[in-house]
């Protein structure tokens, strides 16, 4: 079928192939024999696929979460009396994020909040904080303006929506001992994740897809591996 556009996945450090068959077989018990094979018979099964990925970017991500592709942006605006009900030491989300400009005033109008002493804003996720000792109490009924700027830039994933991923996968390569070029297509590779993504981590991280290929009806199996001269 129509494979669409294929897109680079960037820097991949692993990309193997491993055959695979079970073995079924008779044994003796005879006497004479005991456990010697009768009839031994291999047969096929599909093979593993497994590759390595680093570039850390949305479409790699979505394979990494077996997600699908999701909205995310903002509008500008100004905001004025946006209603929120405070929480003492506590963090409440309000309408927009990547705020600036921020006034806090009592549900009345009156008096106006001081940032820093009665509250504090994480402006980039547009959230409020009470702070303990400051003029704001706690369930306190605010009224907030702001600025808000537009997020044109955004992107998002719907994360763990699909139980695998199906991919066709064209290797571009190269043997270095030989010179030769080397070129692997894999028409219909079932594909999870073999490890977790550690936000926290101290080290780089990579993505780690395995699973299997499929064998299309239009062809005589499930992947090929070619080679010419440069």
Do not use: C
């Not at 006497?31 to 390595?52: Q, W």
């Not at 109008?109 to 704001?136: H, K, W």
Request: aromatic share 6%; proline share 3%; hydrophobic share 40%.
């Amino acid at each position: 079928g129509n494979r669409g556009t294929l897109r680079m996945v960037g820097n991949t450090t692993k990309l193997a192939i491993k055959p695979n068959s079970t073995k079924k077989e008779q044994k003796s018990k005879m006497k004479a024999s005991y456990g010697s094979a009768i009839t031994t018979v291999m047969l096929a099964e599909p093979s593993d696929f497994s590759m390595t990925l680093q570039k850390i970017d949305k479409p790699n991500l979505m394979l990494q979460f077996l997600g699908t592709d999701a909205a995310y942006s903002q509008a500008a605006a100004t905001v004025s009396n946006e209603a929120v009900t405070a929480v003492l030491d506590g963090w409440v989300k309000l309408a927009n994020e990547k705020i600036s400009a921020v006034v806090v005033t009592h549900s009345s109008g009156s008096p106006t909040y001081v940032a820093g002493t009665d509250y504090e804003v994480n402006t980039d996720l547009g959230m409020l904080r009470a702070l303990p000792g400051g003029a704001i109490t706690d369930a306190q009924a605010l009224q907030v303006d702001y600025t808000a700027a537009a997020i044109t830039d955004g992107w998002a994933i719907n994360g763990s929506t699909q139980a695998s991923i199906r991919v066709y996968v064209l290797l571009d390569g190269q043997n270095i001992a030989t010179g030769e070029l080397i070129k692997g297509e894999f028409w219909d590779v079932v594909l999870t994740p073999d490890q977790e993504i550690d936000f926290l981590s101290d080290d780089l991280v990579e993505i780690g897809l395995n699973g299997s290929m499929q064998k299309p009806g239009n062809k005589p199996s499930a992947y090929v591996v070619s080679g010419r001269s440069a």
